[in-house]
């Protein structure tokens, strides 16, 4: 079965310091892997994605992510974070055409 | 187009009662999703529909779980005589399948659900 791994359950950082929010899964089959983030008391926004090709992703707005099939990882980093950064980010596989998610990562940035 | 909607946003409701709640997806897409998330965790998945039709179902849909979705479009999920254990926030989803590589699932905001 496959799963998702979410390392930090919180991760502080004052603003324009870098960051990395990391993920890890289990698949036996080809993965598929996304990152949401979900701002308070709204739903779930597609980040970023790997399919296939590129093992670096990015998004719009200054975040990117890594395929790292030896280590069965996807981890989030961005170079300078906002405050308007602040949210839950999680991790996810797609499983069969369902989305098996982490446990999420609170990004608090500090003026 | 504005999206995934849901309705409504927030229902606060006494054990035992019966709740319904809407979800209207993107009007393309013929896959919906029901995701369940409590606090402090990640969502996770309850039943899909391809069209009209249920295709999977989670273990965690019990049997006071319901949904439909009568015509492909809208989709309903119920849950009957609830507990204070069903409080959460009910996602909805959505996607077109194009046969291709996976597409993106698309999210609508959420119906928090408090079950005193």
């Known amino acids: 079965a496959q799963s998702v791994t979410q390392l930090d359950s919180q991760v502080p950082v004052f603003e324009e310091a870098p960051v990395e929010l990391r993920c890890n899964y289990s698949s036996s089959v080809s993965v598929y892997l996304f990152w949401y983030v979900q701002y308070p008391n709204q739903g779930l926004q597609l980040l970023l994605k790997y399919l296939s090709g590129s093992t670096l992703v990015e998004s719009i707005n200054g975040f990117e992510a890594e395929f790292n099939k030896s280590q069965t990882s996807f981890h989030l980093r961005k170079p300078s974070v906002h405050i308007s950064d602040t949210a839950e980010y999680f991790c996810a596989v797609d499983n069969t055409d369902k989305l098996i998610f982490g446990t999420g990562t609170r990004l608090q940035v500090f003026p | 187009d504005t999206g995934v909607s849901q309705n409504p946003r927030h229902k606060i409701t006494k054990r035992g009662q019966n709740v319904t709640f809407r979800c209207d997806p993107i009007?393309?897409?013929?896959?919906l999703y029901w995701y369940r998330q409590t606090l402090g965790q990640g969502p996770e998945f309850l039943t899909y529909f391809q069209n009209e039709a249920q295709l999977e179902k989670s273990r965690l849909l019990s049997d006071r779980f319901s949904a439909e979705r009568p015509k492909g479009s809208f989709s309903t999920l119920e849950i009957q005589r609830t507990e204070q254990g069903d409080s959460a926030m009910y996602l909805c989803?959505?996607?077109?399948?194009?046969?291709?590589?996976?597409?993106?699932?698309?999210f609508g905001p959420g119906t928090r659900l408090l079950v005193l």
């Open positions: 989803a959505s996607r077109q399948t194009t046969g291709h590589l996976q597409e993106t699932q698309y």
């Open positions: 009007s393309e897409h013929n896959r």
